[in-house]
């Protein structure tokens, strides 16, 4: 309760800090040293007898400290999102002497130690020092000890905070690949500390990790037993199993995060429900700024994964289906990679159908797949469980009519041929190639693709719908032009081809007028039309 406590209390103790007697140093320069530097403004902090603000501009998005920056005074740091990179020679940050730090929406990188504690951050409580972490994440950092991100020595009675923070890809030579606790208490709440060597958090002596944090995710620790799982806290999680990229940082909106994977196995998204993280006064924006949650939870960690909206969907399967078989549907989702709500829905997807009102002639389970139950016509629904760009729950339905008969579904054929191309061409003028096309049955996708063997002769632009293309001839020569045509149904795969040998001339008119004359008409012919002998068809 303790620890709910001070988590509840930190946005009024930060907004005092920041409050009318706060003393506000900017950090103006990517330096660094220097004016306007962070070095600097920390240093004046030190010395200030107030309650401080080190604040970074938006236009400092990284800084790379060749040296450790030590922080004695009382300080909170308004990173914005931006990164500190050490040198791979330095520690970061450095808290002692009674030196007070709330590190706010930061990333820390780069840190290193050879042979000490803390690559990143090192907090000495027995010199009175302390210090609290919120929407920060630390990656790449290396301790020659214990703490690869951040080590807190010494039996201070002040308490470390994590809340909103992802520790990953850190390491240790010692003990605590991202968190050493050698003395005080520490407390995380929705803190994501995986993927850092062999122990992600450890404690020893008189280091301590409260029983009250919530909603965390852990990979290894032996301080387990304070990880209880009826707290919503995940224990011996895999950094692959939280994370889109594990092994690197990716810039989102200008802001370096490690991407949590969209995933319904993920247990760090949606860990904490909106009117939990009300009551417990939990930040209210992410890393990068962004309002936490997106959706209908907050995620744990520094970054909140924003949803992509769903704005539209297509039923996909045949019209089709005999009686007392199952067919597979699926659906085509616009964008492809949406993000949808999985929990309710299997895939994020809502399957049902429309029987007429004399009968079941249709039914459907939860994966798509539709039983023929009688002779008759019916619809199947996709319904799509999405958002929109606010964050919005929102929902999308499409549907496909299906008639059940008593023949089985056929294999798809597929006949195709040019129609009346010419296989002559002036350089620089062009021709649209259309098609007679026959798919049967009639409703089976097919994909179509037009191919030149020699395009530096003559090159196939193909049109967004894909049924016609343009052919521009640029060099004397011949090349065989093809078109392939690709149907496939759940019974099978049929393949129909046509090709024609193209000779491109020399233009016998100046100025190439030989162009205008090679355009053909716009069309592609009914799919009945009785087809050329070029035509052919393959199985």
Not at 234 to 254: H, Q
Request: net charge negative; charged share 15%.
């Amino acid at each position: 309760m303790l620890a709910l406590i001070l988590i509840a209390l930190l946005p009024v103790v930060w907004g005092s800090v920041q409050g009318a007697d706060a003393a506000v140093f900017q950090v103006t320069s990517d330096a660094d040293g220097g004016v306007g530097s962070l070095r600097e403004a920390i240093a004046a902090a030190n010395v200030s007898h107030e309650q401080n603000v080190v604040e970074f501009a938006s236009s400092v998005k990284e800084i790379q400290l060749f040296s450790t920056v030590t922080i004695t005074g009382q300080v909170v740091i308004n990173g914005h999102g931006a990164i500190v990179r050490g040198s791979r020679v330095t520690r970061l940050f450095s808290v002692s002497s009674g030196g007070s730090a709330a590190f706010d929406s930061l990333t820390f990188s780069d840190g290193y130690t050879a042979s000490e504690s803390g690559g990143a951050v090192y907090i000495d409580s027995t010199a009175g020092g302390k210090a609290d972490f919120v929407n920060c994440t630390f990656f790449g950092n290396r301790a020659g000890r214990d703490g690869g991100a951040v080590c807190i020595y010494g039996g201070g009675a002040e308490m470390t905070t994590f809340t909103f923070c992802t520790l990953t890809g850190n390491e240790a030579n010692g003990n605590g690949g991202g968190v050493a606790i050698l003395g005080g208490t520490v407390v995380f709440n929705a803190s994501i500390v995986t993927g850092n060597g062999s122990v992600d958090i450890y404690s020893e002596g008189s280091g301590l990790v409260s029983n009250s944090g919530r909603f965390n995710v852990i990979g290894q620790t032996n301080a387990a037993p304070f990880f209880a799982s009826s707290r919503g806290n995940f224990l011996s999680v895999s950094p692959s199993d939280v994370f889109k990229t594990p092994g690197s940082l990716t810039e989102v909106e200008g802001v370096n995060v490690v991407e949590l994977l969209s995933a319904t196995s993920n247990v760090a998204l949606d860990a904490v429900s909106r009117d939990v993280a009300v009551a417990m006064k939990l930040p209210d924006v992410d890393e990068r700024g962004a309002a936490r949650p997106q959706m209908t939870a907050a995620d744990a960690g520094a970054y909140e994964l924003s949803p992509v909206a769903l704005t539209g969907l297509e039923v996909r399967g045949g019209s089709y289906i005999q009686r007392g078989t199952i067919e597979r549907y699926d659906v085509s989702l616009r964008p492809e990679n949406v993000t949808l709500d999985v929990r309710g829905y299997e895939d994020g997807i809502e399957w049902t159908v429309i029987n007429p009102s004399y009968g079941e002639v249709i039914s459907v389970d939860r994966y798509g797949q539709v039983t023929g139950v009688s002779l008759g016509d019916a619809t199947v629904c996709a319904t799509a469980h999405g958002w929109n760009a606010g964050g919005e729950s929102i929902t999308i339905t499409a549907t496909k009519s299906v008639s059940v008969g008593e023949n089985p579904l056929p294999v798809p054929t597929v006949t195709v041929s040019f129609v009346s191309p010419k296989t002559t061409m002036e350089q620089r003028s062009r021709q649209t190639l259309k098609l007679a096309l026959e798919v049967n049955p009639s409703d089976t996708p097919c994909t179509i693709s037009f191919v030149s063997d020699y395009p530096s002769i003559a090159s196939v632009v193909q049109s967004e719908a894909g049924s016609t293309a343009t052919l521009e001839a640029k060099n004397l020569g011949q090349t065989a032009v093809r078109v392939l045509v690709t149907a496939v149904n759940s019974k099978g795969t049929s393949r129909g081809e046509d090709v024609f040998i193209l000779t491109v001339e020399e233009s016998k008119h100046s100025g190439g007028g030989g162009c205008s004359a090679g355009w053909g008409i716009l069309a592609l012919l009914p799919a009945a039309l009785v087809l050329p002998k070029r035509g052919r068809t393959r199985r």
